[in-house]
């Protein structure tokens, strides 16, 4: 007897990072009962790497994720093994172990790699270099180091998180009496411009509180002995330089690339010339890699494969949504703009000053959450589901913007108060053996800052498991 094929559209994802899990919710949101999903991805674990700046300071803890449960509770199929090369023609993968699957819908989402762009810096790119980022901030507490320059390497990089660690690290300074400078030097005309002039409002006094030199529209060129030599000429004297990791494309063997190695695909994440081929996230060409950007492509993404799968839907374009939480040494601060002017293809080059401040609507800056859930990761089904402190993410409300409240919309003293009874609350629900509404209290601390502390991450997953041991 001949077996009758399975009648649902074969997707297959390859990448367990987030563009990849975005895409798996979204396909199971949309067309859950139309597709069969398989993911093929190395990694184990999503590590929340946002959070990972906080960890270098002992602020916060960055939550990390088994990727086999979160796919086992999607009915996804889970093959843990790396992507060789992709053959169109036979719709079908290699994997790294020579493994062939075979697809009716493929979506890329494998990311890219990273190079150091500034040889003598310390490239900060997550968990793994915040031991040696430790080390940095000894030598400029006991005077070792004098001084600390963090160095946008280029304007496509997104730049937040070297913000954060500049802001950071100079009240960490100031906390422990030392008087070395802290710099920051941006090819940017404006701290953090791609946000508009509401971001540039709000961090500039932000940055000469703490006595931070700002040093703008100056792009570094190379790490001497004390010294940020910048192009052009002239130079900054710092004993120790911080910069941000470049991406670089992985160029996949079968696949269409431009000259860096990334895959250009139009705005519902086609890939050129090739048929039920999409791409999302880093590996894509276009230029600004960030973990929100990358959800809202493999949105896109995912609802044209949808569609193709049978959904009564019709697919939204990518139109880039920029979202930022940034983590400072007090209240975290929410940014968020809409970029006006994009080109209409993602495989067009796009130059971040073209979307520059006079290029840009809805621009804003608050202290109140700008979007819900308040997430560093901002992905439409992906923040509500890592949010959801129980296994509940379709029965969570995709993520929403909200309106910017106007000046400020909680004092630091009230927040302070909020956070503390919101941890209070934990700790008390907990006494009582009510785990479910400790995790709640969790939530709702965890958007006043933005992170928490890294005792009450641990608290969270001893209470995770009593909450999944009692129903």
Known sequence: MRAVRDARLRVLVAGGGVAGLEAVLALRALAGHLTSVTVLAPEAQLVYRPVTV????????????????????????????????????????????????????????????????????????????????????????DGSARSVAFALAREQVWALPLYELALMTAAHLREHASGARVLVVTPEEEPLELFGPEAAHVLRPMLAALGITLRCS????????????????????????????????????????DRHGFIPVDTHGRVAALSNVYAAGDITAFPLKQG??????????????????????????????????????????????????????????????????????????????????PAKIAGRYLAPYLATARPSPLASEPLRDRVALPGS???????????????????????????????????????????????????????MAQAGRSG
């Open 409 to 463: 919309a909680m004092a630091a003293a009230e927040r302070q108060d909020a956070l503390e009874l919101a941890l209070l609350l934990a700790d008390g629900d907990a006494g009582w053996s009510d785990y479910h509404s400790a995790l709640d209290a969790l939530e709702a601390a965890e958007a006043l800052e933005g992170a928490l502390p890294p005792e009450y991450q641990a608290k969270r997953r001893i209470w």
């Open 292 to 373: 929100g950007l990358a959800a809202q492509q493999a949105d896109a993404a995912a609802e044209a494969i949808a569609a193709i799968a049978g959904a009564e839907i019709t697919p939204r374009p990518f139109r880039p949504v920029l979202r930022g939480l940034l983590l400072t040494a007090g209240a975290p601060v929410y940014l968020r703009c809409e970029p006006h002017r994009v080109a209409r293809q993602t495989s067009v080059a796009i130059d971040a000053p073209r979307l520059r401040q006079s290029e840009t609507a809805a621009s804003a800056a608050s202290d109140h959450p700008l979007w819900w859930p």
């Open 54 to 141: 906080a960890e270098a300071f002992g602020r916060a803890e960055a939550r990390s994720y088994q990727v086999a449960d979160i796919l086992a509770e999607q009915h996804a199929v889970y093959v843990q093994d790396s992507l060789e090369r992709v053959d169109p023609d036979g719709c079908e993968v290699v994997t790294g172990s020579g493994t062939r699957i075979p697809y009716d819908a493929l979506l890329l989402a494998t990311g890219a790699r990273v190079r150091a762009p500034l040889p003598g810096a310390l490239t900060f790119g997550g968990r793994a270099d915040v031991p040696q980022f430790r080390v940095l901030l000894d030598d400029l507490v």
């Open 218 to 257: 100056s792009m570094p060129a190379l790490v001497k002995t004390r010294e940020l030599v910048l192009v052009g000429g002239g130079g900054v004297f710092a004993d120790r330089v911080v910069t941000l990791p470049l991406a670089e494309g992985p160029h996949l063997s079968g696949l269409p690339a």
